[in-house]
């Protein structure tokens, strides 16, 4: 056999095919939460990777916005110019799902020869990742993320800002000590 067949035939053996992919998010996005994840509402969000341990964006709400834990992922009240604004957040994962070629063969070949499969649990590999997903409303319930809003702008600067706040603080307090 030849080199080349001999290295392609290597290459598909030991490869992964890709059934789902999780996206990779750089600094974050806006669009409709419902079309990133199907369980979220129709409405527009900022959307980041999470790199934080679970609930942590949760801790850090509770302390900057001080809710002694009490409608924290709800419409928590933020105020722009004097005016009424409420986001919501939603800690979300995507999978990468892939298909491993070498142990499906492998337990193929024994199932084949009456021996019991080892890798069954090998068939397919999962590593995801976890987003943070945020919308906003005015007082009338009106989605201000939605580019057509008069304050879409404003409110996503503030969001924006609250990310990269919750990206640079470790310890919670600090945070809400910064706000009075």
Same mark, same amino acid.
């Given at each position: ?12 053996? !030991?490869?992964? $095919?890709?059934? @789902? ?7 974050? /996005? $806006? ?10 509402? @129709?409405?527009?969000?900022?959307? #980041?990777?999470?790199? @934080?341990?679970?609930? *942590? #964006? +949760? ?19 933020? @105020?722009? *110019?004097?005016?009424?604004? +409420?986001?919501?957040? +939603? ?6 799902? !892939? ?7 492998? &337990? ?15 068939? !397919? ?9 945020? $919308? ?11 580019? /057509?809003? !008069?304050?879409?702008? $404003? ?5 924006? &800002? ?11 307090? *600090? ?6």
């Amino acid at each position: 056999m030849k080199p080349s067949v001999i290295i392609l035939l290597f290459v598909f053996l !030991t490869s992964c $095919i890709p059934v @789902k992919i999780a996206p990779t998010i750089e600094g974050d /996005k $806006i669009m409709v939460a419902k079309k990133f994840k199907r369980k979220l509402p @129709k409405q527009y969000s900022l959307i #980041f990777e999470d790199p @934080k341990e679970a609930n *942590e #964006f +949760y801790n850090f709400i509770n302390t900057k916005y001080q809710l002694d834990h009490v409608n924290v992922e709800n419409n928590v009240a933020f @105020k722009i *110019e004097n005016q009424p604004f +409420y986001f919501s957040f +939603y800690e979300t994962n995507k999978d990468t799902k !892939t298909i491993n070629l070498v142990p499906i063969l492998v &337990d193929a070949k024994r199932d084949a020869n009456g021996t019991d499969p080892l890798f069954s649990d090998m068939h !397919t590999s999962r590593k995801g990742k976890w987003y943070l997903v945020l $919308i906003a409303t005015d007082y009338d319930s009106n989605d201000c993320l939605n580019p /057509k809003h !008069t304050d879409s702008k $404003i409110v996503e600067k503030y969001l924006r &800002d609250l990310k990269v706040e919750y990206l640079n603080t470790s310890n919670y307090i *600090e945070s809400m000590l910064r706000n009075n």
